[in-house]
Every structure is written in structure tokens, then in C-alpha cells.
């Protein structure tokens, strides 16, 4: 790790983030959505604080609806959708989050996939996993399912969040 790198990593320890996170599914509920449990575990244990929770259907009025209050909201610096992201026609999520981003992160999503890479092979090229920024807020937007989530956090997400944080105060 470069000598930047690691200043900014430590400079950045101990930085809170207060989240949202919206499920995008047809199928998934409160009872049912286990990649969005994985989600808030992950930022719970993580020392980050989840601030709202919402289901909606895979509709982009109803994406871009919660997406537009929450960005409106002072208390969430940072937003995770997860599902919505293949190529169904059903799935609009990434073309309703890539609308508001004012600068991408093109990075996550590249890492996302070939992380991805390395355990299904060349299905990695159906995730539109994409990240950014929305007035000010940072947007993530990662596949449903368990394992991906479980990627996508562990890897790159948890290990970056009080780094980005930081650097958003700075």
C-alpha cells in the first residue's frame, strides 16, 4: 500500500457513515430479503448506523421515488440499493441510479466484476453493479443475491467506507 494510501486509511479510522438501504425486488419483503440482511449486518457490525430500510418493487418510478427523498434527507451520507441490477427487462435499477450520480465510480464496478470473475467465471459480465456520487451522498447499487452482497461489502465496501467518508469532510 502506498504511503498515501495508508495516511488516508488512518486519517480516516473511526469515521461514521449513516446509511439507507433500498431492496429493489418483485419477491423480496422484511420477512424474506436476505441480501439486505446481509447488508445491514455488515453495516452494523462495521460501526456504521442504518437510518431507513425500504422495499420497493423493480419500477423506476418507485427506485427514483425513495431515491429523491432520501437524497434530499441531511442525515444519509451514503445509499445502498441491492437488487435490480441484471439484464432482465424487469431490471431498472442501474439506469435510475446511474440518472442521479453526478460523478462515478467506475472502479466498484469493475473490482465487482472481476472479484466476481474469480468465482463464476464469465457470468460476471451480467452484474451492472455501479457506485458514485449524488449530490454529495455516496450510491451504491449491487446485485440481490447473498454471495454478491457478501462480496461486494467484505471486499470493497466495508474496507473503503470510513476512507470515503473522510474524504467527502475533507
Known sequence: MSESADFHRRSAS?????????TVSDSRTADNDRGGD??????GRAGHE???RQWV???AHEIARVLTEWLARDDIGVIFTTGGTGISTRDTTVEVVERFLDKRLDGF???FRMLSFQEVGAAAM????VAGLARG?????VPGSVAAVELAFDRLIVPELEHLVW???R
Open 126 to 129: 451480467l452484474s451492472r453493479a
Open 57 to 59: 418493487r423493480d419500477e
Open 50 to 52: 442504518l437510518v431507513d
Open 167 to 169: 474524504e467527502r469532510k
Open 137 to 141: 451522498v455516496f450510491v451504491f447499487a
Open 38 to 43: 446481509a447488508i445491514a449486518k455488515r453495516v
Open 109 to 111: 464496478g469493475e473490482l
Open 14 to 22: 473511526g469515521q461514521m457513515a449513516r446509511c439507507a438501504l433500498l
